[in-house]
Each structure stands twice: as structure tokens, then as C-alpha cells.
């Protein structure tokens, strides 16, 4: 909980946890999860004093993380088009220290990634201890835009046709995802949840301001007649793959103020459960320093 200039309590715990996918529910995303979403007690104005303080807590428990290095931390977003990754993430590049922070943009795989299994180009790129890494895009890119369209499956060595694929794949990106959380690297998965009106909205925005004109493409359009395809699949990937070890997160992105307060409500929350720390020092270390400032002192 956190005051603010506004006078308005922030709740973050709560804010994180309303946005939080229960492992074991089965989840059905256009009923479940309202995109339109914001907390009545809490405005566009005392959002955005929020989230400044919010962006220095999280600056302050960054650089302890950086340097303690006991654990790394994967931010992994998805969404359908016009959800608002590339701002959700350009907000979280301003609360960090760039230095320790990696952001990975997976578009279509290279010759050399459709040589290897679907999670290689991932598993290349996962954090250091003490990093921070966003995955713009995933490896559920392989669960759901190839549910949509399973003829860009890979590799083609793996039974692609067999009814069961999808829990396999389920299977085996929990599996990962097990194996990095118990070898330190914890994993926050952020679900942009847009509406279908405030996405054709956001398309129009882009078409009328000639800055964003390059943002348009006639693919965007033509994915929207899959919207049914697409919401389907990303509440089966929810159902199948939010793990106590990695929880999804669904946040509403139809309003862009709740939805980066709701997103740092649960960075916040997630570095905090990690209680980073300085590195202390043992009785030699703090010896070898007031030997070198000694050194200093006396020298030029």
C-alpha cells in the first residue's frame, strides 16, 4: 500500500492480484476478463502520480537486484495487435536502469531458428542473474498465432497433425518454464487484453497521424477476421499454462493509464517478494577497502 501527492491510496498488491490467473481455472477470456477494466477508486491523474513513485520504488529494489545477482527475471508480454506492448514496455525502460535490462523482439524465425526446436532462439537469450529481460513476443507465439494458422508450425521432424500437439506444447513450455524458475529465473507473464472496438479505434488513430502511419499494415487488417480464432486460443493457452511456479497476468489495455499502473503493480510486487539486497561484505573485503582507500588518500 502507497500514498501518493494526490492523496489517493494505491493498493498495488491488490491491483496485481485482480489481474492474476488462478492456476487450475479454466478461463474463458472475453467473459472472464473485462479489457475495459479500471478501479473506480483510482483516476487517469492519480494513476499517473502513481506510477512515477511507482517507477522510482521500482528503480531503487532494481539496483539492489542488479547487484545481489542470486536471481534473474523474464517479463514475457502478449497480446493481439494494437494491445500496447511496445508503450507497456517502453514505460518499463523508464522505472529500470537500461544497463540491466534486454528487451527481444521475436518476429518471424530465421532460416537458422526453423532449424531448431521452437523454444532454441528462446532459451539463447534468457536473463543473467541480476538482469532483467522482456520478451516483446514469445515462445507462446507457438501456441497461439500457429493455432490460428498451423501452417507455420515448426519443426516440421515433430507429428505437427496429431489432435494433441497443443497440450504437448502446453507441456513442454511449462516444463521450460519450471526448469528456469528452479534454476533463479523468475517469470512474469503479462496478457495485454484489448478489445475488439478499442483495436479497430487504435488502427484508425494510426491511419489519421501521419507519425504512426508506418505502424499500419494490411496483415493487421486481415488478422482481424481471425479475432474469434485468436481469442479462443489465447484462453486455452491462459487455461493450460498459468503454473503457480509462473502465473499469467490479464491485463485491461483499453485504458492505457490502468494498464501500465496495473503492470508495475505487479513488477513492484514480484521484485519485492524477492527482497534484493546490497552484497555484504566479510571482514576481508572490508579490509581490502580500507587498504585501497588508504591508498587513495595518501596518493596523488
Known amino acids: 500500500m502507497s500514498d501518493n501527492s494526490s492523496g489517493v491510496s494505491i493498493d498495488y498488491r491488490k491491483l496485481a492480484a485482480a489481474c492474476r490467473v488462478e492456476p487450475g481455472s479454466t478461463v474463458d477470456l472475453e467473459h472472464d476478463f473485462d479489457p475495459g477494466r479500471a478501479d473506480h477508486h483510482l483516476d487517469k491523474q492519480a494513476a499517473e502520480v502513481a506510477l512515477e513513485q511507482a517507477k522510482q520504488e521500482l528503480f531503487a529494489l532494481q539496483d539492489k537486484f542488479y547487484a545481489q545477482a542470486d536471481h534473474a527475471l523474464l ?3 502478449q497480446a493481439i495487435d494494437a494491445a500496447g506492448k511496445d508503450g507497456t514496455i517502453k514505460h518499463v525502460m523508464s522505472g529500470v536502469n537500461p544497463e ?8 518471424a524465425p530465421s532460416t537458422e531458428e526453423r532449424s531448431h526446436d521452437y523454444l532454441w532462439r528462446h532459451q539463447l537469450v534468457v536473463p543473467e542473474l541480476g538482469r532483467i529481460a522482456v520478451f516483446n513476443r514469445s515462445h507462446y507465439e507457438n501456441v497461439t498465432v500457429t493455432r490460428v494458422h498451423p501452417e507455420l508450425l515448426w519443426p516440421h521432424s515433430a507429428d505437427l497433425t ?7 506444447r502446453y507441456r513442454q513450455i511449462n516444463d521450460w518454464e519450471r ?14 487484453h484489448v478489445s475488439r472496438a478499442e483495436q479497430k ?10 507519425t504512426k502511419n508506418w505502424k499500419v499494415s494490411a ?21 493450460h499454462t498459468s503454473t503457480e511456479h509462473a502465473p499469467w ?4 489495455a483499453d485504458h492505457k493509464w490502468f494498464s501500465h499502473i496495473s503492470t508495475f503493480a505487479i513488477l513492484l510486487e514480484t521484485m519485492k517478494g524477492l527482497q534484493p ?8 573485503d572490508r579490509s581490502n577497502l580500507a587498504t585501497i582507500k588508504a591508498e587513495l588518500m595518501s596518493g596523488e
Open 162 to 168: 496429431s489432435k494433441h500437439i497443443w497440450h504437448r
Open 201 to 210: 479505434k487504435r488502427f484508425l488513430d494510426r491511419i489519421d497521424d501521419e
Open 277 to 284: 539486497a546490497y552484497p555484504e561484505l566479510d571482514d576481508e
Open 75 to 77: 517479463l514475457v508480454l
Open 100 to 107: 540491466g535490462v534486454d528487451v527481444y523482439s521475436f518476429k
Open 219 to 239: 496483415s493487421d487488417m486481415k488478422e482481424r477476421e481471425y479475432w474469434a480464432e485468436y481469442q479462443e486460443a489465447f484462453s486455452d493457452m491462459l487455461t
Open 249 to 252: 497476468h490479464v491485463i485491461p
Open 179 to 192: 526448469y528456469l524458475g528452479e534454476n533463479g529465473t523468475v517469470i512474469i507473464k503479462l496478457f495485454l
